[in-house]
């Protein structure tokens, strides 16, 4: 197990390799550097300055080495662009945790609701209440979250007055700024939660209505336990295997937060910062944010992995390539 | 004990059932595939007969009625956006958009897909690793933030959205694609039709392929609004398709802003249309899946 979690984490260090050097190689192929965007009016020589300050006035490969030297030493360089042209990993930290709240948030609430409702939904299988759930869980998975952004913006943000276009949508209760819970993470949950409610939501119905139809609930009603003890020991238990396998894994990729939800809402966090480094034409923030998002999604794939091999003792590690 | 047996006919003929008959009597007895079906209908209709339909060209700016609200002027029925231009109009154009990228795309991926996937699946060995390491790397990062990223390499516009999408739409048809390969291909029919001297070729073209549709068919049909998703969001950000293009998408971004309290309808029409095109595709997808595979319960 070790072993495979170690082959793993060396797999992902490569692919991290690789995909830096693409991003790095395709970023410096554009016409255009970070500085000759729209109407700076740079003179020649300040544009060879300034060139020369950040250092790129180098050779593609050699600029690609350093980066190389200096990111294993987790340096990722200096922004472009934001002003006092800070570190990226800085800059980062500072707009890392406005996602992470929206973020934790949204994995609670979806959960929640989510294994709430697909229970009501195996229990009651077949009747209109798992229609409605199944319907409400289709549609939020399937409807766009920007989309559902704009809804709620057209209904709550400006027909009923809660916010300011362009701010956080409901001022904070609890004291100005970040208050860690204010009501201005309402709508943004919300909406960010409805995609990850849906398939909690379905799985929990799937898996559960699945294990009330196995031998041994059959079994454990015909010894006559009671109908609370069979939910709780029998059918809970087998199905959250599936669950756990499938859902969990969700948790790294929503805590690196939407880009649709931040934008939409006007949040400055990571998502929204990535847009805004895409159009700046910001190589160092574009670079740290892209091997950021790709980590923790290689991250998501291990977790799956290990997971599967962990909860369920049929699958074994195998040769190469991982479990399954 | 006659000896005399009569074997007798039965007595209802039953009529004959086809496995694609079958699966056409469950598909409409789903109301909510064929709801879907009938909205896509209505969409392709949309997007096919624009310029007859489409009372006006989509980039027509009438600059003496800007941001008319919608049921309040006879020629502009649902309104004009901020240059005056018929919404109505850009809406239906609109559609033309969302579809050209939401079939284009996919057809584009599953061409590559297929071919990748079948061809590692198949031949296995080398090919297969390298298949297998390239969709390792692609997958590393999610398709949307390619797609952001490689979009600001290569410039936004309808075009470039297609190119840049189609580059990352191989991905699942190339897995989907290789894993059934690597089913079928210990099936017997198989090793018969080997036994029997086929090619290579003929095995894939026409032994295993047929026997794959069905799986790859029911992504297809989830893969079309996962691109018109990709389009619309990548305009919401306005980084998608450029102006004068109708993109609803787009309209969602423009609109989105200190004026929406007043123009709600520049806003909500797009976004409804959007809704209604994933819905569309998501309840057709489900019917299909659910009509093509009887043991699947929901």
């Given amino acids: ?324 | 004990m006659n000896g005399a047996i009569t074997l007798r006919q039965p007595v209802e003929r039953r009529k004959q059932r086809t496995l694609l008959g079958d699966a056409i009597r469950r598909f409409r007895r789903n109301a909510l595939a064929m709801i879907g079906l009938l909205i896509l209908f209505f969409l392709f209709f949309l997007a096919l007969f624009a310029d007859v339909i489409a009372p006006f060209p989509p980039d027509r700016a009438d600059f003496g009625a800007v941001r008319v609200l919608p049921f309040t002027h006879p020629t502009y029925p649902l309104g004009t956006d901020a240059v005056g231009r018929d919404y109505l109009s850009r809406l239906i154009y609109g559609a033309r958009t969302s579809m050209t990228v939401g079939l284009l795309v996919p057809l584009i991926g599953f061409s590559v897909g297929i071919t990748l996937g079948a061809l590692a699946g198949y031949l296995g060995g080398m090919v297969d690793f390298v298949v297998q390491r390239l969709v390792e790397i692609f997958t590393a990062v999610p398709p949307l933030l390619i797609a952001l990223f490689l979009l600001s390499v290569t410039g936004s516009g309808l075009f470039n959205i297609i190119f840049v999408l189609s580059l990352t739409a191989w991905i699942e048809p190339t897995r989907l694609t290789r894993a059934q390969f690597l089913t079928v291909r210990e099936k017997e029919f198989i090793t018969s039709a080997r036994a029997l001297g086929a090619t290579d070729g003929r095995l894939i073209l026409t032994h295993v392929l047929p026997n794959i549709l069905t799986p790859l068919l029911v992504a297809f049909t989830f893969a079309v609004p996962q691109a018109i998703f990709a389009e619309a969001g990548l305009s919401f950000l306005g980084l998608g398709i450029t102006e004068p293009t109708a993109s609803w998408g787009k309209m969602v971004g423009n609109s989105v802003g200190s004026t929406i309290r007043v123009f709600y309808h520049l806003a909500l029409f797009p976004t409804i249309l959007v809704a209604l095109t994933m819905l569309g595709f998501s309840f057709v997808g489900d019917g299909l899946q659910e009509a093509l595979d009887p043991t699947r319960s929901r």
């Fill in chain 1, 1 to 324: 197990m070790i072993n495979f979690i170690l082959r793993r984490l060396a797999a992902i260090f490569l692919v991290l390799l690789i995909v830096s050097a693409l991003v790095f190689f395709l970023m410096n192929a554009v016409p255009g550097g970070p500085f000759s965007l729209g109407e700076r009016g740079y003179t020649p020589d300040a544009l060879a300055n300034l060139e020369r300050k950040y250092g790129l006035d180098k050779p593609v490969w050699e600029r690609y080495l350093n980066f190389l030297t200096s990111a294993l030493q987790l340096d990722f360089g200096s922004s472009f662009s934001v002003v006092g042209n800070p570190p990226v990993t800085t800059v980062i930290a500072r707009t890392w945790p406005v996602t992470l709240h929206v973020g934790l948030y949204t994995i609670i609430v979806a959960f929640g609701f989510g294994f709430i409702l697909g229970l009501i939904a195996a229990y009651y299988r077949n009747s209109i209440i798992d229609n409605i759930v199944t319907l409400f869980a289709t549609a939020g998975t399937t409807v766009p979250n920007f989309i559902v952004a704009t809804w709620l913006l057209l209904i709550f943000g400006y027909q009923i007055g809660w916010g300011q276009p362009n701010k956080w949508i409901i001022p904070p209760v609890l004291g100005a700024g970040n208050a860690i819970l204010s009501w201005d993470y309402f709508l943004p949950v919300i909406t960010y939660a409805l995609l990850p409610m849906g398939l909690v939501a379905r799985y929990t119905r799937a898996s559960v209505a699945e294990a009330l139809n196995a031998d041994y609930v059959r079994t454990a009603r015909a010894k006559g336990l009671g109908e609370r003890g069979i939910m709780l020991r029998h059918v809970l238990r087998n199905a959250l295997i599936p669950m756990i396998t499938v859902l969990l894994p969700q948790i790294p990729n929503l805590l690196t937060g939407s880009l649709f939800i931040e934008v939409a809402y006007g949040i400055n966090g990571l998502g929204k910062f990535f847009v805004t480094s895409i159009t700046n034409k910001d190589y160092p923030m574009i670079m740290g944010l892209v091997l950021l998002i790709a980590f923790f999604w290689s991250l998501t794939y291990l977790l799956t992995d290990v997971l599967y091999v962990v909860i369920d003792p049929r699958i074994r590690v195998g040769g190469r390539g991982g479990a399954i």
